[in-house]
């Protein structure tokens, strides 16, 4: 069965620093994408970065990064020079073929980041 | 166009109604997927249509059915809810031969009385 876990249920970051959103996960699906979305208070779920399981070097979108470590099962987002539009939701999810033909997405339990001035 | 639209944004109904909810999107996309989401909690999936067929139900209870009338629309038809169903409901797509992101619209607040 496929695992996403978010151990850190909240966070705070100051304006203009740099903060690491933690993601494990577990799978024994070869082939697998990792995926990190951001749900601000008005709830839409907003696509910030993918990592391929087969992908070599770690993703970068922007200031968004995914520290993607194959061996510990670990994909943790870094957001970098926060600014306070950063403050929502960030789900952790992951895809994987299912039986039949197409894909699933299963999330993690999110964790709320918090950008003070 | 790289949307994809919900409607109605809010809906409060009665347990004994029937109510639909409605998803668009214009960007050729051939999967569409609802999830439902409690407040506070991660979304969960119900249900996945692949080439306007169903390819994946969650095991979600009949008084929610999905409905694909074409490639660009995705409904779900509620009737006879409990106060338990209310909750967010987000419908995405994703291109199958394509990007491997999910778009998502901005969801349908749902409340059951």
Known sequence: AQKITQTQPGMFVQEKE??????????????????????PSSGEMIFLIYQGSYD???????????????????ANLVISASQL?????????????????????TFGTGTQLKVEL | ??????TPKHLVMGMTNKKSLKCEQHMGHRAMYWYK?????PPELM??????????????????SPECPNSSLLNLHLHA???????????????????????FGSGTQLSVL
Do not use: H
């Open chain 1, 18 to 39: 740099a903060v690491t959103l933690d993601c494990t996960y577990d799978t024994s699906d070869p082939s697998y994408g990792l995926f990190w979305y951001k749900q």
């Open chain 1, 56 to 74: 070599q070097q770690n993703a970068t979108e922007g200031r968004y990064s995914l520290n993607f470590q194959k061996a510990r099962k670990s």
């Open chain 1, 85 to 105: 539009g950063d403050s929502a939701m960030y789900f952790c999810a992951m895809r994987n073929p299912v039986q039949g033909g197409g894909n699933k997405l």
């Open chain 2, 1 to 6: 166009d790289t949307e994809v639209t919900q």
């Open chain 2, 37 to 41: 989401q409690k407040a506070k909690k």
């Open chain 2, 47 to 64: 249900f996945v249509y692949s080439y306007e067929k169903l390819s994946i139900n969650e095991s979600v209870p009949s008084r929610f």
């Open chain 2, 81 to 103: 809810l409990q106060p338990e169903d209310s909750a967010l409901y987000l419908c995405a797509s994703r291109d199958r031969g394509g990007d491997e992101k999910l778009f």
